[in-house]
């Protein structure tokens, strides 16, 4: 048994560590493993769900979180900005990836191009003021997200309604999630312009293209 228990413990570690959520591990940008691998889960879901909704008559239930047209920046780009200028923990994507799907579980939405941008903003914000010792308020996290301040309260109240204010994830359920993760590895109704600009600074990077342009629906 504690041969076992000491397998699991190093497997968890390693899936941690290969994250970038306990030592730095990175991607070949620079980044931490875990937004390219989330970007990717909710790419091929959203890919998934809008086949679905294209060809039978299954109809989306529409939220507060759709928007009119789907924004210009992909979930990539989306998730890159939010953990470059939210400077939140990476733990705090898998955390949101769980919010994310409790959510769904709650209401029967469908991940799709018109909803995942401002789920994402949402969930983040949450965990981070969940999980980390240090955030920054709503009003910041909307210029991050490109949405207005009282857009990101609503949008948050909706949320954590929803989802019960269940906000405590167990060990087992962070770990599951991780390995789900790791498993991505190569080896393994608004019509207003979400503005993707507005942070001081924030536009000051000549690499940083995210901020020439804006997040329309």
Known sequence: MEGLALE????????YVSLGLKDPSTDYLGKPRVLSLLSSVLERSVEKNENMLRTSETK???TIFHGLRAPSLSIQQYIDRIFKYSSCSPSCFVIAQIYVDRFIQQTNLHLTSLNVHRL????VMVAAKFMD?????????????GIATSELNE???????????????????FKKYCSALKKEAPCGLIERPILACGI???C?????????QSISR
């Open 8 to 15: 699991t413990k190093i497997s968890c570690t390693l899936d």
């Open 60 to 62: 989306d239930v529409i």
């Open 120 to 123: 994402l903003i949402t969930s």
């Open 133 to 145: 010792d240090a955030f920054f308020n709503n009003a910041y996290y909307a210029r991050v997200g």
């Open 155 to 173: 949008l948050e109240m909706k949320f954590l309604f929803d989802v019960d204010f269940q906000l405590h994830v167990s060990v087992q359920t």
């Open 200 to 202: 001081k600074d924030s």
């Open 204 to 212: 000051s990077s000549k690499d940083d293209s995210i901020c020439a």
